[in-house]
C-alpha cells in the first residue's frame, strides 16, 4: 500500500511539473514577435527519497537562453539593435538599473531616450533642446540633429555579465542582476568582446517556433501519461482498502 501511494504523489508531482513548463512555452509563443525577447527553458531537478528510492523531480527554475535574434530593418534613426553581447540599461521607477536587448526607443515628452515603457536609457549624455533626430554608430557614439545641424552629444555604452542566462526577468522585457548573473560591466561597444551597435534595425525574439510546438506536443503526451497513472493507482488503492474491508 505505501508504494501506491508513493507512486500515486510521484505522478500528482508530474502532472503539476508538466503544468508549470506549459506556464513557460506558452509563455515563449506569446512573446515571438516581441522584440528582443529571450525564450525560457524550464530546469527541473531529480527527488530522491531518504532510502535512495527516486522521488520524482521538481520544477527548479526558469533560465532565459541568450542567443541572438535575427534582425529585421526599420528604416527608424531610434530603433538600435544590438549584434553581439550586451544590453542596454535603462532605469526603473523606483531607480533601479535594469537590462534589456530591445533598442525600440523614443524621445519623451522631455526630450529623453526612453524604451517601449517609458523607462529612461542610461548613457553618457543629454539631447539638446530642437533635437529633430538621433543617430548612433556601431561604437556607441551618439549624435543629434538640431537647426546648428549635427553634433555629438554621448556615448551608449553596453553592460555584460558573467553569466547572463542567471538574469532575472523584471517584465516588460527587462531583466535584473541577480548573485549569481554578477554585477554588470558597461563597456563601449565593439570592445574587448562587447557587441556592437546596429543602427535602423531591431533584434527579433529568438523564439523558435518549431521547437516550441514540438515541446508543447511533448507535454501534452506526458501530461496524459501522468493522469493515467495517476487513474489507475488510485483505483488500485481503492480496490486495496475495499478488499482489506471483507
Known amino acids: 500500500m505505501t508504494s501506491l501511494f508513493h507512486t500515486l504523489n510521484i505522478s500528482k508531482v508530474d502532472m503539476l511539473n508538466r503544468l508549470l513548463d506549459?506556464?513557460?512555452?506558452?509563455?515563449?509563443?506569446?512573446?515571438?514577435?516581441?522584440?528582443?525577447?529571450?525564450?525560457?527553458r524550464s530546469?527541473?531537478?531529480?527527488?530522491?527519497?531518504?532510502?535512495g528510492m527516486k522521488d520524482?523531480?521538481?520544477?527548479?527554475?526558469?533560465?532565459?537562453?541568450?542567443?541572438?535574434?535575427?534582425?529585421?530593418?526599420?528604416?527608424?534613426?531610434?530603433?538600435?539593435?544590438?549584434?553581439?553581447?550586451?544590453?542596454f540599461a535603462v532605469e526603473l521607477p523606483d531607480g533601479r538599473?535594469?537590462?534589456?536587448?530591445?533598442?525600440?526607443?523614443?524621445?519623451?515628452?522631455?526630450?529623453?531616450?526612453?524604451?517601449?515603457?517609458?523607462?529612461?536609457?542610461?548613457?553618457?549624455?543629454?539631447?539638446?533642446?530642437?533635437?529633430?533626430?538621433?543617430?548612433?554608430?556601431?561604437?556607441?557614439?551618439?549624435?543629434?540633429?538640431?537647426d546648428a545641424g549635427w553634433q555629438e552629444v554621448g556615448t551608449v555604452q553596453l553592460s555584460r555579465f558573467a553569466n547572463p542566462t542567471a538574469l532575472s526577468s523584471f517584465g516588460q522585457n527587462v531583466f535584473l542582476?541577480?548573485?549569481?548573473?554578477?554585477a554588470a560591466q558597461a563597456n563601449v561597444p565593439g570592445q574587448n568582446g562587447y557587441g556592437l551597435i546596429r543602427a535602423q534595425a531591431l533584434e527579433q525574439s529568438n523564439v523558435d517556433m518549431a521547437?516550441?510546438?514540438?515541446?508543447l506536443m511533448t507535454l501534452q503526451r506526458s501530461f496524459q501519461i501522468s493522469t493515467r497513472l495517476f487513474q489507475q493507482t488510485?483505483?488500485?488503492?481503492?480496490?486495496?482498502?475495499?478488499?482489506?474491508?471483507y
Open 177 to 182: 542582476a541577480t548573485d549569481v548573473s554578477g
Open 22 to 40: 506549459l506556464d513557460v512555452v506558452s509563455n515563449n509563443l506569446a512573446n515571438v514577435n516581441t522584440v528582443g525577447y529571450k525564450s525560457n
Open 97 to 146: 538599473t535594469a537590462y534589456t536587448r530591445d533598442g525600440h526607443f523614443q524621445l519623451d515628452a522631455e526630450n529623453n531616450l526612453v524604451n517601449g515603457s517609458g523607462y529612461p536609457l542610461i548613457w553618457q549624455g543629454t539631447l539638446p533642446a530642437g533635437t529633430q533626430n538621433v543617430s548612433v554608430g556601431p561604437n556607441g557614439q551618439v549624435s543629434a540633429l538640431t
Open 211 to 215: 521547437q516550441e510546438m514540438t515541446h
Open 56 to 87: 520524482g523531480i521538481q520544477f527548479a527554475s526558469t533560465q532565459a537562453l541568450m542567443h541572438q535574434g535575427s534582425f529585421q530593418m526599420t528604416g527608424s534613426s531610434l530603433d538600435w539593435a544590438i549584434e553581439g553581447e550586451g544590453f
Open 43 to 51: 530546469n527541473f531537478q531529480e527527488l530522491l527519497a531518504a532510502n
Open 234 to 245: 488510485d483505483s488500485m488503492i481503492n480496490l486495496a482498502i475495499n478488499m482489506r474491508k
